[in-house]
Protein backbone atom coordinates (compact mmCIF):
# COMPACT_ATOMS: atom_id res chain seq x y z
CA UNK A 1 0.00 0.00 0.00
CA UNK A 2 1.48 3.48 -0.83
CA UNK A 3 2.53 5.55 2.17
CA UNK A 4 3.47 9.08 3.04
CA UNK A 5 7.48 8.75 3.62
CA UNK A 6 8.87 11.75 6.03
CA UNK A 7 12.29 11.98 6.89
CA UNK A 8 14.34 12.42 8.63
CA UNK A 9 12.79 11.03 11.31
CA UNK A 10 14.57 12.59 13.87
CA UNK A 11 15.90 16.17 14.07
CA UNK A 12 18.72 17.55 16.50
CA UNK A 13 19.15 21.48 15.99
CA UNK A 14 20.54 24.48 17.64
CA UNK A 15 18.21 27.45 18.47
CA UNK A 16 18.21 29.97 15.96
CA UNK A 17 19.11 27.78 12.93
CA UNK A 18 17.02 27.16 9.73
CA UNK A 19 15.52 23.12 9.71
CA UNK A 20 13.98 21.41 6.68
CA UNK A 21 11.54 18.39 7.29
CA UNK A 22 10.94 16.68 4.51
CA UNK A 23 7.78 14.46 2.76
CA UNK A 24 6.57 12.71 0.23
CA UNK A 25 2.96 12.17 -0.06
CA UNK A 26 1.06 9.51 -1.75
CA UNK A 27 1.86 10.06 -5.58
CA UNK A 28 -1.27 10.86 -6.46
CA UNK A 29 -2.77 12.85 -3.67
CA UNK A 30 -3.83 16.53 -4.38
CA UNK A 31 -3.95 17.87 -1.04
CA UNK A 32 -0.70 18.15 1.67
CA UNK A 33 -0.73 19.02 5.45
CA UNK A 34 1.61 19.51 7.89
CA UNK A 35 0.75 19.10 11.62
CA UNK A 36 2.61 19.15 14.83
CA UNK A 37 2.61 17.25 18.27
CA UNK A 38 4.40 18.98 20.96
CA UNK A 39 4.82 15.73 23.55
CA UNK A 40 2.14 15.28 25.99
CA UNK A 41 -0.54 17.31 23.95
CA UNK A 42 -2.83 16.80 20.93
CA UNK A 43 -2.00 16.93 17.26
CA UNK A 44 -2.51 20.55 15.87
CA UNK A 45 -2.93 21.36 12.52
CA UNK A 46 -0.18 23.86 10.92
CA UNK A 47 -1.01 24.53 7.19
CA UNK A 48 -2.48 23.08 4.36
CA UNK A 49 -1.67 23.25 0.90
CA UNK A 50 -3.60 22.68 -2.75
CA UNK A 51 -2.98 23.33 -6.08
CA UNK A 52 0.71 24.78 -5.54
CA UNK A 53 -0.61 27.39 -2.46
CA UNK A 54 -1.65 27.37 0.74
CA UNK A 55 -5.14 26.42 1.40
CA UNK A 56 -5.36 27.49 5.06
CA UNK A 57 -3.13 27.90 8.34
CA UNK A 58 -3.09 28.10 11.56
CA UNK A 59 -2.53 31.05 14.23
CA UNK A 60 1.05 28.87 14.83
CA UNK A 61 1.86 28.77 11.30
CA UNK A 62 3.29 32.34 11.16
CA UNK A 63 6.54 33.40 8.90
CA UNK A 64 8.90 31.59 10.76
CA UNK A 65 7.41 28.93 8.64
CA UNK A 66 7.08 28.20 4.96
CA UNK A 67 5.65 25.57 2.43
CA UNK A 68 7.20 24.35 -0.23
CA UNK A 69 6.58 22.19 -3.17
CA UNK A 70 9.66 22.24 -5.06
CA UNK A 71 9.33 19.22 -7.52
CA UNK A 72 6.53 16.99 -8.28
CA UNK A 73 6.97 14.84 -5.37
CA UNK A 74 8.49 16.38 -2.23
CA UNK A 75 6.60 18.34 0.21
CA UNK A 76 8.93 20.55 2.75
CA UNK A 77 8.26 22.76 6.01
CA UNK A 78 10.81 25.05 6.88
CA UNK A 79 11.41 26.51 10.30
CA UNK A 80 13.73 29.49 9.24
CA UNK A 81 14.94 30.60 12.82
CA UNK A 82 14.13 27.73 15.35
CA UNK A 83 12.96 28.39 18.99
CA UNK A 84 12.37 25.70 21.92
CA UNK A 85 9.23 26.37 21.98
CA UNK A 86 9.74 24.45 18.28
CA UNK A 87 10.21 20.89 19.61
CA UNK A 88 7.74 18.74 18.53
CA UNK A 89 6.79 15.82 16.83
CA UNK A 90 5.79 17.21 12.83
CA UNK A 91 3.58 15.00 10.89
CA UNK A 92 2.71 14.97 7.07
CA UNK A 93 -0.27 13.92 5.72
CA UNK A 94 -1.65 13.91 2.14
CA UNK A 95 -5.36 13.04 0.37
CA UNK A 96 -6.72 12.08 -2.53
CA UNK A 97 -8.89 13.63 -5.43
CA UNK A 98 -12.27 13.58 -5.98
CA UNK A 99 -14.11 14.14 -2.85
CA UNK A 100 -11.97 16.83 -0.78
CA UNK A 101 -12.21 14.80 2.40
CA UNK A 102 -10.96 11.52 1.34
CA UNK A 103 -9.47 9.95 4.63
CA UNK A 104 -5.54 12.07 5.38
CA UNK A 105 -2.74 9.42 5.33
CA UNK A 106 0.01 10.68 7.80
CA UNK A 107 3.88 10.03 7.76
CA UNK A 108 5.53 8.18 10.73
CA UNK A 109 6.20 11.80 11.88
CA UNK A 110 9.97 13.69 12.54
CA UNK A 111 10.86 14.67 16.08
CA UNK A 112 12.39 17.57 16.08
CA UNK A 113 14.51 18.38 19.23
CA UNK A 114 15.75 21.75 19.55
CA UNK A 115 18.77 22.83 22.34
CA UNK B 1 -13.59 27.73 16.48
CA UNK B 2 -14.32 23.76 17.32
CA UNK B 3 -13.60 22.03 20.18
CA UNK B 4 -13.21 18.50 19.79
CA UNK B 5 -13.49 16.49 23.33
CA UNK B 6 -13.06 12.84 24.19
CA UNK B 7 -13.83 10.50 26.73
CA UNK B 8 -12.32 9.37 28.67
CA UNK B 9 -8.58 10.37 28.61
CA UNK B 10 -7.88 7.07 29.72
CA UNK B 11 -8.87 3.40 29.65
CA UNK B 12 -7.80 0.41 30.89
CA UNK B 13 -10.05 -2.98 30.22
CA UNK B 14 -9.14 -6.77 30.22
CA UNK B 15 -9.04 -8.77 26.70
CA UNK B 16 -12.35 -9.55 25.47
CA UNK B 17 -14.11 -6.62 26.55
CA UNK B 18 -16.48 -3.90 24.57
CA UNK B 19 -14.77 -1.00 24.32
CA UNK B 20 -16.63 2.48 23.88
CA UNK B 21 -14.68 5.59 23.41
CA UNK B 22 -16.52 8.70 23.16
CA UNK B 23 -16.02 12.31 20.93
CA UNK B 24 -18.39 15.49 20.83
CA UNK B 25 -17.43 18.72 19.41
CA UNK B 26 -18.83 22.15 19.23
CA UNK B 27 -19.90 22.82 16.04
CA UNK B 28 -21.25 21.89 12.79
CA UNK B 29 -18.74 20.00 11.26
CA UNK B 30 -18.55 18.04 7.32
CA UNK B 31 -16.88 14.97 8.45
CA UNK B 32 -15.27 13.08 11.73
CA UNK B 33 -12.17 11.09 11.71
CA UNK B 34 -11.07 8.34 13.56
CA UNK B 35 -7.32 8.18 14.44
CA UNK B 36 -4.95 5.78 15.77
CA UNK B 37 -1.75 6.63 16.75
CA UNK B 38 0.66 3.88 18.42
CA UNK B 39 3.52 4.35 20.94
CA UNK B 40 6.26 4.86 18.18
CA UNK B 41 4.23 8.19 17.21
CA UNK B 42 2.89 6.86 13.83
CA UNK B 43 -0.87 7.88 13.10
CA UNK B 44 -3.36 5.64 11.19
CA UNK B 45 -6.91 6.84 9.95
CA UNK B 46 -9.49 4.02 10.62
CA UNK B 47 -12.64 5.90 9.91
CA UNK B 48 -13.81 9.02 8.08
CA UNK B 49 -17.46 9.51 8.34
CA UNK B 50 -20.03 12.47 8.22
CA UNK B 51 -23.26 10.05 9.02
CA UNK B 52 -24.56 6.84 10.21
CA UNK B 53 -22.09 3.76 10.93
CA UNK B 54 -18.88 2.24 9.61
CA UNK B 55 -17.62 -1.07 10.44
CA UNK B 56 -14.32 -2.55 9.92
CA UNK B 57 -13.55 -5.41 11.54
CA UNK B 58 -13.70 -5.33 14.68
CA UNK B 59 -14.29 -1.68 14.96
CA UNK B 60 -17.65 0.16 14.63
CA UNK B 61 -18.29 4.16 14.24
CA UNK B 62 -21.07 6.08 14.82
CA UNK B 63 -21.71 9.85 14.46
CA UNK B 64 -24.90 11.44 15.85
CA UNK B 65 -24.90 14.97 14.05
CA UNK B 66 -27.12 16.52 15.54
CA UNK B 67 -26.24 15.62 18.61
CA UNK B 68 -22.48 16.39 17.72
CA UNK B 69 -21.41 13.03 18.90
CA UNK B 70 -19.51 10.25 17.53
CA UNK B 71 -18.06 6.81 19.13
CA UNK B 72 -15.32 4.69 18.66
CA UNK B 73 -16.72 0.92 19.55
CA UNK B 74 -14.00 -2.16 19.40
CA UNK B 75 -15.52 -5.65 19.81
CA UNK B 76 -13.51 -8.08 21.74
CA UNK B 77 -10.87 -5.52 22.27
CA UNK B 78 -6.95 -7.57 21.88
CA UNK B 79 -3.70 -6.33 23.44
CA UNK B 80 -3.06 -5.42 19.85
CA UNK B 81 -5.35 -2.71 20.48
CA UNK B 82 -3.72 -0.62 22.72
CA UNK B 83 -3.12 2.77 21.42
CA UNK B 84 -4.51 6.34 21.49
CA UNK B 85 -7.78 6.72 19.97
CA UNK B 86 -7.79 10.29 18.86
CA UNK B 87 -10.70 12.34 17.14
CA UNK B 88 -11.02 14.93 14.54
CA UNK B 89 -12.96 17.39 12.89
CA UNK B 90 -13.17 18.41 9.05
CA UNK B 91 -14.84 21.81 9.11
CA UNK B 92 -14.21 23.61 6.07
CA UNK B 93 -17.99 23.00 3.89
CA UNK B 94 -17.69 20.34 1.14
CA UNK B 95 -18.41 23.02 -1.51
CA UNK B 96 -15.42 24.88 -0.45
CA UNK B 97 -12.70 23.45 -1.83
CA UNK B 98 -9.03 23.04 -0.74
CA UNK B 99 -7.50 21.16 1.43
CA UNK B 100 -9.10 20.73 5.26
CA UNK B 101 -6.61 20.84 8.62
CA UNK B 102 -8.52 18.85 11.15
CA UNK B 103 -8.86 19.91 14.55
CA UNK B 104 -8.10 16.79 17.11
CA UNK B 105 -9.32 16.01 20.37
CA UNK B 106 -6.75 15.16 23.15
CA UNK B 107 -7.06 11.35 22.45
CA UNK B 108 -7.83 8.31 24.73
CA UNK B 109 -5.71 6.06 25.79
CA UNK B 110 -6.11 2.40 25.70
CA UNK B 111 -4.47 -0.06 27.19
CA UNK B 112 -6.06 -3.91 26.99
CA UNK B 113 -4.47 -6.30 29.32
CA UNK B 114 -4.29 -10.02 27.94
Known amino acids: EPEVTQTPSHQVTQMGQEVILRCVPISNHLYFYWYRQILGQKVEFLVSFYNNEISEKSEIFDDQFSVERPDGSNFTLKIRSTKLEDSAMYFC?????????????FGDGTRLSIL | KNEVEQSPQNLTAQEGEFITINCSYSVGISALHWLQQHPGGGIVSLFMLSSGKKKHGRLIATINIQEKHSSLHITASHPRDSAVYIC????????????????FGKGTHLIIQP
Open chain 2, 88 to 103: AASTRPYSGGGADGLT
Open chain 1, 93 to 105: ASSGQGHPYQPQH
